[in-house]
């Protein structure tokens, strides 16, 4: 079974993650800020996708997604930023970073599942 | 230098305005515009409050809403603190946006929340909340906004993307 990890300060966005990815088969597991998110990540190298919010307290989903990078056992994981944020440079930053796709909240579900099967590996 | 000017204050909360009717209407709740103003109650009310800075603005984001109201926007089972708070973030990604087509950046901060009864904006400026109605309850809208000496909201541009939909890199 696929795992992934949504990365969200708000607990009904990860609640909405884990019902719509859950549903549909995958298991999900849940960290409140980029920093939760890191741990998660580097203790589960075979996660197929992170679902991550760029504006959280603590580390941001872009410094997150940076660190993430430069760690050799999680660095090759897909990750799709999903935020309030439409700048341009903050996309840029992200694809720089080999972000995998950026959605801009709110997601229906089912484009949210869409993506997912598109970028989890 | 950062100064205060009414009719910048009242323009980007005009657009902070049009982004609460277009989110709460993204979560399925219609908002009309109330000149009904925001009398106290001891009806129970969550808010969360957002500041934002750039280069030449920068200032500080209320959206306020009835308990009923904060629940008919969430998605099921949602806490309202937790929504209110949502909710508040996804309001001011919205102008950050609308402000982006008119040439001006801001960064967000998080959201924080508070909850109670009998709660009434303190404007600082002459500039009155925006106050809507709804089939679930009221809302307002508030923002007190600085902005450099020089500075003037642009025409409206298009946006690479807009809220709801993906990029593929």
């Given at each position: 079974?696929?795992?992934?990890?949504?990365?969200?300060?708000?607990?009904?966005?990860?609640?909405?993650?884990?019902?719509?990815?859950?549903?549909?088969?995958?298991?999900?597991?849940?960290?409140?800020?980029?920093?939760?998110?890191?741990?998660?990540?580097?203790?589960?190298?075979?996660?197929?996708?992170?679902?991550?919010?760029?504006?959280?307290?603590?580390?941001?989903?872009?410094?997150?997604?940076?660190?993430?990078?430069?760690?050799?056992?999680?660095?090759?994981?897909?990750?799709?930023?999903?935020?309030?944020?439409?700048?341009?440079?903050?996309?840029?930053?992200?694809?720089?970073?080999?972000?995998?796709?950026?959605?801009?909240?709110?997601?229906?579900?089912?484009?949210?599942?869409?993506?997912?099967?598109?970028?989890?590996? | 230098?950062?100064?205060?000017?009414?009719?910048?204050?009242?323009?980007?909360?005009?657009?902070?305005?049009?982004?609460?009717?277009?989110?709460?209407?993204?979560?399925?709740?219609?908002?009309?515009?109330?000149?009904?103003?925001?009398?106290?109650?001891?009806?129970?009310?969550?808010?969360?409050?957002?500041?934002?800075?750039?280069?030449?603005?920068?200032?500080?984001?209320?959206?306020?809403?009835?308990?009923?109201?904060v629940e008919a926007a969430a998605p099921?089972?949602?806490?309202?603190?937790?929504w209110v708070g949502e909710l508040a973030?996804?309001?001011?990604?919205?102008?950050?946006?609308?402000?982006?087509?008119?040439?001006?950046?801001?960064?967000?901060?998080?959201?924080?929340?508070?909850?109670?009864?009998?709660?009434?904006?303190?404007?600082?400026?002459?500039?009155?909340?925006?106050?809507?109605?709804?089939?679930?309850?009221?809302?307002?809208?508030?923002?007190?906004?600085?902005?450099?000496?020089?500075?003037?909201?642009?025409?409206?541009?298009?946006?690479?993307?807009?809220?709801?939909?993906?990029?593929?890199?």
């Amino acid at each position: 079974m696929k795992k992934v990890l949504v990365v969200d300060d708000s607990e009904t966005i990860r609640l909405e993650v884990s019902r719509t990815l859950g549903q549909a088969g995958f298991t999900v597991l849940e960290a409140r800020d980029g920093a939760e998110g890191l741990a998660t990540a580097t203790k589960n190298p075979d996660l197929a996708l992170i679902v991550l919010d760029v504006n959280m307290p603590v580390m941001n989903g872009l410094d997150m997604l940076e660190r993430l990078r430069q760690t050799p056992t999680a660095a090759d994981i897909p990750v799709l930023l999903m935020t309030t944020e439409a700048e341009d440079r903050l996309i840029e930053r992200a694809k720089k970073a080999g972000a995998k796709g950026w959605f801009i909240k709110p997601v229906k579900p089912e484009m949210l599942l869409m993506a997912t099967n598109k970028l989890a590996r | 230098m950062f100064v205060e000017r009414l009719e910048t204050t009242r323009a980007i909360q005009d657009l902070a305005a049009a982004a609460c009717t277009e989110l709460m209407n993204a979560y399925g709740v219609r908002l009309e515009p109330s000149e009904a103003g925001w009398p106290e109650s001891d009806e129970l009310m969550f808010s969360g409050v957002m500041g934002f800075v750039g280069d030449s603005v920068r200032g500080t984001c209320l959206l306020a809403a009835a308990q009923g109201t904060v629940e008919a926007a969430a998605p099921n089972n949602a806490a309202a603190r937790d929504w209110v708070g949502e909710l508040a973030n996804q309001l001011v990604g919205r102008l950050k946006a609308k402000l982006m087509a008119r040439g001006a950046t801001i960064a967000l901060s998080t959201p924080v929340v508070l909850r109670g009864v009998k709660l009434s904006p303190l404007p600082r400026t002459d500039v009155a909340p925006v106050v809507f109605g709804s089939a679930a309850g009221r809302v307002l809208v508030w923002l007190e906004v600085e902005i450099e000496d020089d500075f003037q909201l642009g025409e409206q541009r298009a946006l690479a993307a807009t809220e709801g939909e993906l990029l593929v890199f």
